[in-house]
């Protein structure tokens, strides 16, 4: 069966305020910001146009409503090129809406949202034959019924599942349980496992996650990298060095990168630099989508690329 996309995404999708600052201001003081960006942004939604700027095919099942906010995200998708056919408008609600503020100077950046008049997607909605129109599906937990939903489709149908998870709870425990590439940073390892060492961490994970159903564990940890461990298998990916504008999205498009990587057959091996290498070009930009590079610009990178020891 042909299928019509190479990742399909169901999770967050949201409207970003981006800006840059020297240092945070103190109580009543005021700091200006030497630039500022709208983008959209969100987990799922970005990792969409990170797999669209690398040459694949893209398409986000969600709802939005009929705002500026949602309209902007809308108009985003489309001129990146992800497919917006699946979206369904709902009359009255919004999108989930974020304040950015990110530190040149220190990498690190801080972020405030809101979920005010956000509509979730009604797991009505997830049906078989969408699911079985891609090659990968790709979710987080920010949609959970839809996602679980989803998920528990796209195994039955063969398709593999990559999934960004970074909370805890019931529906994180019911996710868990049906990915097939678990992707999460070390900080929820930390949580969880009381490890902050990523070969233990990838390791419990994949033990958890369950060796017989799951494809892989993923743990990332920014500069640190990234480990991946498999049935049979380990790989551990260093983080490679560029000149840091802003680091938000940086694991969305880690993650877009991936399931990209997934949807078209890549081994580990090949799919994690590959991922790394994505994630980095990408801080160069303010916000979490303007420095997403293309294929060419990945490959061009990998031949030279500097690893952080």
Known sequence: MSKLYDVLGIGCCCFDIVGEADRLPGPDEKVQMPRMRI????????????????????????????????????????????????????????????????QPATGHRMIFFTREGREELDPSHVTEDVVRQ??????????????????????????????????????????????????????????????????????????????SSARAAVVTAGTQGSHAVWRGGAFHQPAYRVEVADTTGCGDVFHGAFALGVARGWAIERIMPFASATAALKCRELGGR????????????????????
């Open 39 to 102: 983008q959209g942004g969100g987990l799922v939604a970005t990792a969409l146009v990170a797999v669209a700027r690398l040459g694949g095919r893209a398409a986000y099942l969600g709802a939005l409503g009929d705002d500026f906010f949602s309209q902007f995200c809308l108009d985003e998708f489309e001129r990146e090129g992800v497919e917006t056919a699946l979206i369904r408008r709902v009359p009255g609600a919004s999108v989930l809406k974020a304040i950015v503020v990110a």
């Open 134 to 211: 891609t090659r990968a599906l790709h979710v987080d937990g920010f949609e959970p019924q839809a996602a679980l939903k989803a998920a528990r489709l796209a195994r039955s149908a063969g398709v593999p599942v990559t999934m960004d998870l970074e909370g805890s709870g019931a529906e994180t425990e019911a996710l868990l349980a049906a990915g097939d590439y678990v992707i999460v940073p070390l900080e929820f390892c930390r949580a969880r496992y009381g490890t902050v060492d990523m070969v233990e961490a990838s390791a419990a994970l994949f033990g958890e996650i369950g060796p």
């Open 290 to 309: 303007a420095g997403i590079p293309t294929e060419p610009e990945v490959d061009g990178f990998l031949r030279s690329a500097e690893p952080i020891q």
